[in-house]
């Protein structure tokens, strides 16, 4: 069979694409770093309308889901919010789920017209890869009417369940721009001051999950004298590259996949993207599995390190809102925060600053605002961390959860905190 052949038939313009689309049709579009930008920089321009357009965590403010001129011809319904979603949309809606259903829920439940994805270019075999996310994207391709590749050369080639055949897809765009890219971030000495808790729960030949930001960066950095930690991620980040490098990883001890990084998405630096093409000791799975609590279990010692906006007193905590304003998204932080604490040996860890607004006000509270989502419920609690110590709360009784939070506070409001505790029956 000649696979050029076949890939040269498909080659279109977005025009041609958009030209396809019809009215009331639901688009499902890759995430982050595989975000189809040619097809959504131009979705605006299509005739179809009533269009349902699912997303997560985008990196740009696209037009039709950001500008008000095209709110009547489309809806977007994002998995999880990034700034774009949270600031500059009106018309952006949160669809609440835990990583590991994100794409089973949607299959189950709605009928998807199309697919649009990005992926590495062709091998000889007539396959491509989708590079870096298959969080919901591979099952999503499967379901979907209409598949629609951009094909991008910057696409790293990568290892486990990203490959798709070209006979599997319907219409390729050629394309040429660099991935999204997140900023590494230096941590400042608050986030140190969590991270050097943090790191004294990791015990050597742990496998662990981190998320991005500063608190995982700077948990990254005193990581570095650790022997055989093993990784079991959401997302593959910067960081980890650099513990590889010097030995601090090795995933040798690894009860689950042995001598293999495995993730769902990578998100980091063009040098992160390079590290990845081709790497065979880098394993891309889908999100149903690798945040399928269950599977997560299956490493002994898992560590399992997520943040949080507030926490109240019970342990109740919030990661994705405050109040009603909605902030970002449960992502796999119940996913994986239920894998770690039923892992043998494993911990879930929550971290977060102990205040907020420049110090104004504390994140840990007697009860979170009216209209606050539970992102992790008080009975799955194992640990919380801030700047100010770590306390586990799995098995405590809600007086000794009380004492335990105040204890990590931060010491300008421990005291109200403690009256307030009191005025309503906690202590």
């Not at 489309?74 to 979603?85: C, E, L, T, V």
């Not at 590991?100 to 649009?116: C, G, P, R």
């Not at 039923?342 to 994140?363: E, F, P």
Request: hydrophobic residues 35%.
């Amino acid at each position: 069979m000649d696979f050029d052949k076949m890939y040269k038939e498909k080659v279109v313009d977005v025009d041609y694409v958009l030209s396809k689309l019809e009215d009331d049709w639901t688009i499902v579009v890759g995430m982050t770093p595989m975000e189809p930008k040619v097809f959504q920089r131009n979705l605006h321009r299509t005739k179809a309308k009533g269009l349902e357009v699912f997303t997560c965590l985008n990196t740009e403010p696209y037009d039709y889901c950001s500008k008000p001129e095209y709110f009547d011809k489309f809806y977007n319904y994002s998995w999880f919010f990034g700034p774009y979603n949270r600031n500059l949309s009106k018309n952006t809606y949160y669809v609440p789920n835990n990583l590991h259903q994100s794409a089973t829920n949607l299959i189950e439940t709605t009928k998807i017209n199309v697919f649009v994805g990005v992926a590495s270019p062709m091998d000889s075999k007539g396959f491509l890869t989708l590079s870096a996310s298959v969080v919901y994207e591979k099952d999503v391709l499967e379901h979907a009417d209409m598949v629609v590749l951009e094909v991008n050369p910057n696409a790293p080639r990568t290892h486990g369940d990203t490959q798709v055949h070209i006979s599997d897809v319907d219409y390729i765009i050629e394309v040429d721009y660099e991935l999204p890219q997140a900023e590494l971030l230096e941590p400042m000495d608050v986030e140190r001051k969590i991270a050097e808790n943090i790191v004294e729960l990791i015990e050597d030949g742990s496998t662990i999950q981190l998320g991005i930001g500063g608190i995982p960066n700077a948990v990254a950095k005193f990581l570095k004298d650790k022997k055989d930690l093993g990784v079991h991620t959401e997302m593959f980040t910067e960081s980890m590259i650099e513990l590889f490098e010097i030995g601090a990883i090795t995933n040798k001890r690894k009860t689950l996949w042995n001598g293999k990084f495995v993730c769902t998405f990578a998100y980091g630096s063009k040098k992160m993207y390079e590290f990845l093409d081709e790497n065979p000791a880098v394993l891309f799975l889908r999100g149903r599995y690798v945040n399928d609590p269950y599977v997560i279990a299956q490493n002994e010692k898992m560590v399992s390190i997520n943040t949080a906006l507030m926490v109240d007193l019970t342990g109740n905590v919030c990661s994705e809102a405050i109040g009603t304003r909605h902030y970002s998204g449960t992502g796999g932080q119940l996913d994986t925060h239920r894998g770690a604490v039923k892992s043998k040996g494993g911990k879930g860890i929550i971290a977060m600053r102990s205040t907020a607004k420049d110090g104004t006000v504390s994140t840990i509270v007697p009860m979170l605002p009216a209209g606050s989502p539970i992102t992790v419920p008080r009975q799955e609690l194992d640990y919380i961390v801030t700047e100010w110590g770590a306390v586990r709360l799995r098995g405590l009784p809600t007086r000794k959860r009380v004492q335990a939070l105040i204890s990590i506070a931060h010491p300008d409001f421990r005291e109200e905190l403690t009256k307030q505790a009191k005025e309503i029956g906690l202590i």
